[in-house]
């Protein structure tokens, strides 16, 4: 039986031509980038976009300066370089990142993964899942997984459940993660179904990747809503998009819609040096002039963190605005969001232990 994601599915945006069943542009010069990244865009995804240009339409739509792009890398964050395996990245030391899926709902245009998501040239065979899973089951420090892809949600039910349970009957895992951009791009894939046999193998998180306000809808809402239901956890990843989402009042805006509908707002990306993605790029005071924007505005839930995935496999190094002017001997400078300047007395370094009770004995 066809399920009603399948049907939207097929009915997914894959040539330039497709396009002008709803804009007048000129597709012609989109066709070489096409052969260089592939497109695919999500029937429900595209209904979103509302003129040419706009937030959604960047997102999903291809661009010749993706061929412009001469200070980009094919694989920036040397994901290659860190996997002892095929399609499995272990970069930090409890933790690693699974590749299980080459498939996405919809190809982000600014995607870190372009030279691998949607080429026929990648094979994410059940042997290598077998040999990623092995490589966990001998690495006792490995306490996380991360499942990612492409999008691991585009599998089948059945194989989202065999990878599931063979993490499951590794000691040592505690947790799994899920990194998913379908229940915004295509919402209809997230069903009771999913969900139920998701929660068989808890504790397991989601990540979900909404961008911009208007991808909030009542289909993405109802996906979301089924995920917490379930018990399970979700967060959000946006990626800082130059005319996407680089102003404050558009993030604030996501933010609170995403506390909304149970998401928590987890990181906001800067940019990583991508080859093909030079034109979405922004300056990294455009990041820390949002983060400002919302903290003491709007709720901490709603503050997520600005982290930069340094190149070359540097892995996420957080960056703030700078609220702390001094720390001396006595005390520590503060500036609040309001910038007003106080004062925190600090102890003296040598009260820095606690100080011992003395209990005195009791006497029957």
Known sequence: MVEE????????????????????????????????????????????????????????????????????????????????????????????????????????????????????????????????????????????????????????????????????????????RIGSRVPCTLPQRITPKLCNMIKKYHPVYVNVHFNHPREITEESERACGLLADAGIPLGNQSVLLRGVNDNPEVMRNLVQKLLKIRVRPYYIFQMDLVKGTYHFRTRVETGIKIIESLIGHTSGLAVPRYVIDAPNGGGKIPIQPDYLISVGGDRVVLRNYKGKVYVYPQIPPEEQQLPQLKVRAQIA
Request: net charge negative; proline share 8%; with cysteine.
């Open 5 to 176: 994601w399948e049907t939207v599915l097929a009915n997914s945006i894959t040539k330039p031509e497709q396009i002008l069943s709803r804009f007048d542009v000129d597709v012609g010069i989109l066709k070489d980038v096409v052969a260089r990244y592939p497109m695919a865009v999500s029937k429900y995804y595209f209904d979103l976009i509302e003129e040419v240009g706009d937030p959604i339409w960047k997102q999903c739509i291809p661009n010749p300066l993706e061929l412009q792009d001469h200070f980009g890398s094919e694989d920036p964050l040397n994901e290659e370089g860190d996997s002892p395996v095929a399609s499995l990245v272990h970069r930090y030391p409890d933790r690693v990142l699974m590749c299980i899926s080459n498939r996405c709902a919809t190809y982000c245009r600014f995607c870190t993964r372009k030279r691998k998501v949607g080429s026929p040239t990648v094979n994410l065979s059940n042997c290598i899942l077998l040999e990623q899973m092995q490589y966990i089951e001998k690495t006792p420090t490995i306490r996380d997984v991360l499942l990612s892809g492409g999008d691991p949600l585009m599998l089948p039910d059945e194989k989202i459940e065999f990878v599931l349970e063979k993490l499951r009957a590794i000691p040592h895992v505690e947790i799994v």
